[in-house]
DNA sequence: TCAAAACCAGACTAAATGGTCAGGTAATCT
DNA sequence: AGATTACCTGACCATTTAGTCTGGTTTTGA
């Protein structure tokens, strides 16, 4: 009898909660955090402003708790890669997830954009060590691919930012390229636009594209 | 006698434009239209906000000014190539082009950036016709290199996103890549950039690199 | 030199905005 | 059933914001 009948998961709070969450990551991915408004966030989430403001304290710890959770997306398989590892299948997999959270979470990826274009006043000094530690690492793999003869001699700088770049752009200035193709992208679109940008970045890189990838 | 003792350019007003039009591009830059104080764009001109809405009847119609003059930047030697023209010149050439942009006006690429991501509320249906008809015009031509040979097959789309993706990228991610790299990027630094870039690209795409862009 | 035009700026206003408060109702737990 | 907690919301407030108004001063051009 100790059945619980309402799990936290579906109850009223984590249902508005979520809502305001995924309400508010709109309207901050298209205004950035100043020019965001509350009321738009509360229009969205279908709810009285005053309720917005009793689920989160203010407009900046909402915005935090987004910022949070957006920034564990950035965690993936390319974490733990090693100069083991074969770096085509580790680059053509991490240009896939990339362009995968491009593809389904273009709001966060716009968030995170804005947040960065305006200076990123809100990533503490603990996000940017960890970042930068994690990049340190990163780079670390790539120069130990080249010296071991596994990479064509590059930058491993601007090869990440390269990637980060080119993935990103697909959901940050999806206006722009919906408006010049004439369409918005297609699920076939982004497949497409994935193979290609894999077969871009390894060629230049002097690796082959591994058959899972064409 | 009928000598000119003040042009136009060296009056007062135009001093003071010109003043209001760089602050506000910071501004803008930082905090996109909504965002961005009049307030603090006449502390950066160092004039009093009522100046600022002196020279500029509204904070719209200076944000119009500037996106207009920001737009003429996209103007570039890519505009007027054909398919006779070598297109490992004409891409290194434009990719450094593109990189010049973001090294020298990082603001205005930043600006833009802004303004696509907000959904582009402010570029009028002519500014709209008139890229759709650029990029039509530059899409047949690489496709006229793919049908001659000069060029592998590829999608002209994605080309062009990627080039305009990775070279803004460096001005709209400075934030980011200042603090990964754990410094700012110099003018050395950009030229590396440029040419690991162009190499990237091209090598992509199947061309070599010219000797003028190693 | 003098009048017209350009420029300057403090005081102000109306609207919008983030946030509070107080007084509810609904859900939950024992 | 009763009490505790979670949830809801209209009214309100202090602040900020873009923009105006009015009365100047400086520059310019004849």
New binding site residues.
Partial sequence: MAL???SKED????Q??SRILAAAEKEFALHGF?G?????IADGAD?????V???F??????YLALLEDILSLWNGRFDEATVDDDPSQVLAQYIADKMEISRNRPEASKMFALEIINGAPNLNHFFRDQHAQWMKGRVAVIQAWINTGKLAQTNAYYLLFNIWATSQHYADFSVQINELRGQAMSQADFTEATQNLIKLILTGCGLSVPVAFT
């Fill in positions: 619980i009948t309402s109850s009223i709070g984590a508005n909660r100043k965001a408004r509350v009321q738009k709810l009285p402003k005053t309720n403001l009793y689920y304290k203010s407009k900046q710890s909402l």
